[in-house]
């Protein structure tokens, strides 16, 4: 690949490695498509038969000494330049190329050949520098246009669809046949016509050019002004037959057009700037399809990897591939089904005039034949097909912020690959690798980098075990160089923010929260400095709201402590120290509330009742691990704080102020406990739907006793008591007073499941006296209402064989090990199946 040296034809006069008699304008301006592969085609055609001395590229000049990584088998597009201001690494910039980018297939066929290639846009530092109205940050730098040329264009062919008509007469032809930069004469042609008729376009513009305020259209103008700069630079370096320029079809006119030095340099003159540092990053082809923001524009880059990867048959190929996902989901595909979607989208084409079935008319044919009509699987092709979640990859020797660097040798040492496509991640942390893995995902989330978020599992609701939802976006590089300014590694950084964090927080929540993310990445050093914010905030706040609202953060942290191994004995303390003062609080602040604050109560009510049973718990078993040990400050009294509790709660239902709501789920969370028998629960039921209270406050009892999701359904299902206190209050509320409390009852019964309804309606028409009479013929020894008095044997052989499933027995070690059948001996199961049920499962 050497005989196209300078001393070729460029010193001759002749075109290098051209065909004879050939006679193209030089330098050769090659205008594309961004990211269309046949332009990408039709360039490598061009490149092969000019064989330039060097290749200019649009693109930041200060990436130039990044174009040798594009040559290392390592480095795999989708990928983009990334530049960031030094000083705020959240001002950025992408220059995103993937495999069929017509810029990247300039920039291999330069270092394939040893031809040097440079970038030639306006550089980065006033890129970054330059804000304008329609720019967001961190935007794809791209022309910015007030009207669409391929639109334009588009327009005077006759078509209705830009992307349809490109597709049309550039990314379908092929480059066998004919002269290869012919097409780029006629873009060009066509370009410079379209540009004429734009208003305010044609002459020269100057400096001097009134109202020039550098933004939209006119940012092309000082980036091409720059260009042309490059390029005459160049060609005093190479001669004036050696240089081949790639860049946007658009700017090709421009850059044909004869300017004065000295206007262009004019134009350049004053430009703000920021110091900037560049690198490849990887990219996505979801990415690619966004337009906007971080994107590129593209609809369909899966389609145009394609379309540029397939040496023949495109169609044929491309409809394989998509009756392969659509097998991989389970659908019926057979090669009839290929064989006449092919037939199919050929024929469209003919019938709409196209040269080859383009995307619509595959995609046509796909609904039709491979999905039956359908746009569910369709949607799966999208998807998976035509965007894709390809990412693209970067050479480990491509330079990187430092925290970047902690963070890919994180990732390899806990084997945990960035993806583009959504995946969940179970981790049990028990193990060292899984609580590692646990520990920088939660690292990163304090340091902003959102790569994984947590969700609920599906598998267990224990504090050992966590599921994520990872998805590695582009966006993310920046955030991690943001985060940079932190520490040099993701644990130095993340501690950093955190103390940070704690310093700024305005509310108790907002501590307590922090020092629960803090245990969750274990973060030790960050710990003394939240708990010494944490302890002060909790002595100065004296709003019962905010405390019951920092309590059970506070109360999982040190669960989590407990799994990961972490010495949360203050934290037992604070917790313990802030349960006395809600436990002091509570009551009188659940009086003279209005609707809205009732239910936020309920909701702390609910809250610190979970909370205190866990604290109870976890000081529990923490003590009963320090044997012989003296018990911490905040374990003294743990088994305490439950009773105590128990005895606010007690308090809370017997008052007559307090809200109504709030006392109802008092009652209830009193009888889940069996801290009051049902009788009672009925008792002050009644009392609370008595005719002298306000209708209001009744619904309100009602909606705090078996509303909010509490499982008050079932209750009623089966303590028909209950259901005949509800029943008689409804049907004596005054018809006056049923329309106001009608929206409250509503919210409450719609919340319980269909079959809990209707088993409700069923028991409410059957009326008083036949529950009365239901009730009496289970059984004179029926002790619990709603519950018959004998053990129903068939029904509980039924339900033996998934206990056993459950257990991981078979049938003969089920009678082995003591799990008889119901109807086996109804002595022996009354007497005996509770303790051989607990031996099974020890």
């Known amino acids: 690949m050497e005989g196209h040296g300078m001393t070729g034809g460029a010193a001759a006069g002749g075109r290098p490695g051209g065909r004879e008699g050939d006679d193209p304008k030089w330098p050769l301006l090659l205008g594309v498509r961004h990211h269309g592969p046949g332009s990408a085609r039709a360039v490598r055609a061009a490149l092969e038969a000019a064989r330039p001395l060097t290749v200019l590229v649009e693109g930041p000049p200060e990436a130039d000494a990044l174009i040798p990584l594009a040559a290392d088998e390592r480095m795999r597009p989708p990928v983009a330049l990334l530049a960031h201001a030094v000083d705020e690494p959240g001002r950025s910039a992408f220059w995103p190329l993937a495999e069929f980018s017509p810029e990247w297939v300039a920039l291999r066929w330069a270092l394939e050949r040893g031809v040097p290639a440079r970038f030639i846009d306006l550089p980065a530092t006033h890129t970054l520098a330059w804000r304008s109205g329609d720019a967001e940050e961190g935007e794809t730098p791209g022309d910015g246009l007030r009207v669409d040329p391929l639109g334009t264009l588009a327009e005077a062919a006759g078509y209705d669809d830009a992307e349809r008509w490109w597709e049309d007469v550039v990314e379908h032809r092929g480059t066998g046949e004919g002269d290869p930069l012919a097409p780029f004469a006629a873009v060009e042609e066509a370009m410079a016509a379209v540009r004429e008729g734009r208003s305010g376009e044609g002459g020269d513009q100057g400096p001097a050019r009134e109202g020039h305020d550098r933004a939209g259209s006119d940012r092309d103008l000082v980036r091409e002004a720059y260009m042309r700069l490059q390029v005459r630079s160049a060609q005093r370096e190479f001669g004036d037959r050696g240089v081949a320029v790639v860049c946007g079809a658009w700017h090709v006119p421009a850059l044909r057009r004869k300017a004065a030095v000295s206007a262009d340099r004019a134009l350049l003159k004053g430009l703000a700037k920021v110091r900037a540092d560049l690198t490849w990053v990887p990219w996505t082809h979801r990415r690619l399809a966004r337009d906007g923001g971080y994107g590129a524009g593209i609809d369909s880059p899966g389609w145009y990897a394609h379309l540029f990867g397939a040496p023949d048959r495109p169609v044929e190929r491309w409809l394989t591939k998509v009756a392969g996902l659509l097998r991989e989901e389970d659908r019926i595909v057979s090669p009839a089904h290929v064989i006449e979607a092919v037939r199919l989208a050929g024929t469209l084409a003919a019938l709409r005039g196209r040269p080859l079935p383009g995307l619509g008319e595959t995609t046509d044919a796909v609904r039709a034949v491979l999905c039956e009509g359908s746009d569910v699987p369709l949607a799966l092709v999208r998807d998976r097909l035509v965007v894709g979640d390809v990412l693209g990859e970067v050479p480990p020797g491509a330079p990187a912020v430092p925290l970047q660097r902690d963070l890919d040798r994180s990732q390899r040492r806990l084997r945990l690959k960035p993806e583009a496509a959504e995946r969940e991640l179970e981790l049990d942390l028990r193990g060292e690798n899984d609580a590692g893995r646990s520990r920088l995902l ?18 267990s609701t224990g504090t050992f075990r966590e599921t994520w939802r990872l998805r590695w976006e ?8 943001e985060a940079g300014v932190w520490g040099t590694t993701v644990l130095a950084a993340a501690t950093a923010k955190a103390e ?10 907002e501590v307590t929260a922090l020092a629960e993310r803090c245990l969750l990445a274990g973060l030790p050093e960050a710990l003394p400095t939240v708990m010494r914010i944490l302890i002060d905030r909790a002595a100065l706040d004296t709003d019962v709201g905010h405390l019951a609202q920092a309590l059970p953060a506070l109360v999982r942290s040190l669960r989590y402590g407990d799994v990961r191994g972490t ?18 609080g509570l009551p009188p602040a659940c009086t003279a509330l209005d609707a809205d604050a009732a239910d936020e109560m309920r909701r702390h009510v609910d809250a610190v009742h979970g909370a205190v049973g866990l604290l109870e718990e976890t000081v529990a078993l923490r003590d009963a ?15 305490d704080l439950r009773a105590r509790w128990r005895g606010v709660l007690r308090g809370m239902a017997e008052r007559d102020r307090v809200a109504g709501v709030v006392r109802g789920r008092v009652v209830r969370l009193l009888l889940d406990d069996g801290e009051v028998a049902q009788d009672e629960a009925a008792r002050l039921m009644g009392l609370a739907l008595s005719p002298g209270t306000p209708p209001g406050a009744a619904a309100a009892w009602i909606e705090g006793f078996v509303g909010g999701g509490s499982g008050g359904g079932l209750l009623l299902v089966h303590d028909e008591r209950l259901l005949g206190l509800v029943d008689g209050w409804l049907t004596g509320v005054p018809a006056e007073a049923f329309t106001d409390v009608l929206p409250l009852l509503r919210r409450t019964f719609s919340a319980y499941e ?63 090990d003591g799990v008889p059948s119901a109807s086996a001996g109804g002595e022996h199961s009354a007497e005996a199946g509770d303790n051989d049920l607990v031996g099974v499962g020890e």
């Open 442 to 459: 939660h690292r990163l989330r304090l340091l902003g980098v959102e790569w994984g978020e947590p969700t609920a599992s599906r598998s």
């Open 625 to 639: 691990g320090r044997a012989g040990a003296d018990r911490d400050a905040g374990g003294g009294g743990g088994g």
């Open 500 to 509: 940070a964090d704690a310093i700024a927080a305005r509310g108790l929540a």
């Open 754 to 816: 269909p079959g809990v309804r209707r088993t409700l309606g069923e028991l409410v028409r059957r009326g008083p006296g036949e529950r009365g009479r239901a009730a009496g013929a289970a059984g004179a020894g029926a002790g619990v209402p709603g519950f018959a008095g004998d053990l129903d044997a068939g029904r509980a052989d039924a339900a033996l064989p998934v206990v056993r499933l459950l257990l991981g027995l078979d049938e003969t070690s089920a009678e082995t």
């Open 567 to 584: 010495d949360t004995g203050a934290l037992a303390g604070v917790a313990a120290g802030l349960a006395e003062r809600i436990f002091v």
């Open 474 to 481: 582009p966006e993310l590089s920046v955030r991690v160089a």
